[in-house]
């Protein structure tokens, strides 16, 4: 697999959860502008804007096996950028009946690009079974609360400063018709839907036994 660019001006965003003991992953980009990058007290400052939003806005829809380890950010702007890592001890507070691991909310991010392909998506997972309407569909509360909780996400990342003004929530694309950018496209995020469907995300079950 070829290495990827270098995104000036872009950090990445690492929330860590277990559920159950497995890991889960979830990513967001922040673009802080044309400054000269992100300083490491920059980025303690989205990791903890992050954890905190994940706190107050994702944990409480979630099941209470699950539990947020860390948030990292990371400089995209070279190999040698500096990082910040923030912890957390919280729990999800769901107790119905736990879904598997594969089971996630699919948040589809929108932006003002329009291409054929995928889009930029979070997939949630810590879901329950009192959150289903039916086997594969949420009830629409929980659909809409997934929407709020987006978008909070979105109000957070946007309100932390850099020195270039305030960061902006983002996605970048490595790859056009297949082949790698050499100067890959930042896109600002401008609003969020969930799909009533219950996604998957297959590698959350683990390797095979």
Not at 24 to 53: C, K, Q
Not at 82 to 89: C, D, E, G, L, W
Not at 148 to 169: D, E, H, K, P, Q
Request: glycine share 8%; proline share 4%; charged share 15%.
């Amino acid at each position: 697999m070829p290495t990827l660019p270098f995104v000036p001006g872009v950090a990445k965003v690492i929330v860590k959860q277990t559920l159950a003991g497995e890991n889960m992953f979830n990513i967001f980009h922040a673009d802080g502008g044309p400054g000269t990058g992100w300083t490491a007290t920059e980025l303690a400052a989205l990791a903890t804007a992050v954890r905190n939003a994940w706190q107050t806005n994702f944990s409480i829809y979630q099941t209470n096996q699950s539990q947020l380890t860390e948030v990292t950010a990371i400089d995209l702007a070279s190999d040698l950028g500096p990082q910040a890592t923030v912890t957390s001890t919280t729990s999800g507070s769901l107790t119905s009946s736990i879904l598997p691991s594969s089971a996630a909310a699919c948040i589809s991010w929108k932006i003002a690009r329009r291409y054929r392909g995928g889009h930029p998506r979070t997939y949630v997972g810590g879901g329950t079974v009192a959150q289903l309407l039916t086997a594969n569909t949420w009830t629409s509360l929980v659909q809409s609360s997934w929407v709020t909780s987006a978008l909070a996400m979105r109000t957070a990342i946007n309100g932390v400063t850099t020195s270039a003004g305030n960061a902006r929530m983002s996605c970048v694309h490595y790859y056009r018709n297949k082949a790698i950018l050499p100067v890959p496209l930042v896109s600002e995020i401008t609003g969020a839907v969930v799909d009533s469907r219950v996604d998957s995300q297959r590698r959350r079950l683990g390797r095979d036994r």
